[in-house]
T-cell receptor, first 113, second 114 residues
Framework: EAAVTQSPRNKVAVTGGKVTLSCNQTNNHNNMYWYRQDTGHGLRLIHYSYGAGSTEKGDIPDGYKASRPSQENFSLILELATPSQTSVYFC????????????FGPGTRLLVL | GDSVTQTEGQVALSEEDFLTIHCNYSASGYPTLFWYVQYPGEGPQLLFRASRDKEKGSSRGFEATYDKGTTSFHLRKASVQESDSAVYYCALSDLSSSFSKLVFGQGTSLSVVP
């Protein structure tokens, strides 16, 4: 069974619109992460969380918000989407007991027109 | 801050060729080093990791040795197969953070033709 799932898998949005990307994990991990993947940049950390109710800024948080309402769920929110946010977004979960190993979802491909 | 550099952006090989993907890092202390592999349409998945100097990580015929002296963790495989075509990421754990974070390299796209 897939332990980290993401929805939607593909999304087309308009500039200025609101986009919410959802992530669910069944690993019972405390930590969850949102990354974006772009050619030449690898994986860059947007936001992360160390438990329900917490969100922290990663390396490139501008233009993004995050929400962690429960242990299992972590959302990434684009309040005013821009074409520069066209990318592939990955959610991951992890725990210090796993020696920092992170487990990734299948990704969401977002196109902002 | 900590960083990871992968020299090759793209690598094209034939089956049974020898593979080397170079990974160098900059970090304080002893970060754990990782190799992740990403197949088309999937998220990255852990290939293996190493936590100490001279420790060798290995999986599925791939291997890399933690070298603190040269700050390297190069990925090697003696004989690649078409099914190894994927993107490979080198990463390290960010010890400067009080939170468990990974720093990834730019990724190397491997294409293996029959």
């Amino acid at each position: 069974e897939a332990a980290v799932t993401q929805s939607p898998r593909n999304k087309v949005a308009v500039t200025g619109g609101k986009v919410t990307l959802s992530c669910n994990q069944t690993n019972n991990h405390n930590n969850m992460y949102w990354y974006r993947q772009d050619t030449g940049h690898g994986l860059r950390l947007i936001h992360y969380s160390y438990g329900a109710g917490s969100t922290e800024k990663g390396d490139i948080p501008d233009g993004y918000k995050a929400s962690r309402p429960s242990q299992e769920n972590f959302s990434l929110i684009l309040e005013l989407a821009t074409p520069s946010q066209t990318s592939v977004y990955f959610c991951a979960s992890g725990d210090w007991t796993g020696k920092d190993t992170q487990y990734f979802g299948p990704g969401t491909r977002l196109l902002v027109l | 801050g900590d960083s990871v550099t992968q020299t090759e952006g793209q690598v094209a090989l034939s089956e049974e060729d020898f593979l080397t993907i170079h990974c160098n890092y900059s970090a304080s202390g002893y970060p754990t080093l990782f190799w992740y592999v990403q197949y088309p349409g999937e998220g990255p998945q852990l290939l293996f990791r190493a936590s100490r100097d001279k420790e060798k990580g290995s999986s599925r015929g791939f291997e890399a040795t933690y070298d603190k002296g040269t700050t390297s963790f190069h990925l090697r495989k003696a004989s690649v197969q078409e099914s190894d075509s994927a993107v490979y990421y080198c990463a390290l754990s960010d010890l400067s953070s009080s939170f468990s974070k990974l720093v990834f390299g730019q990724g190397t796209s491997l294409s293996v033709v029959p």
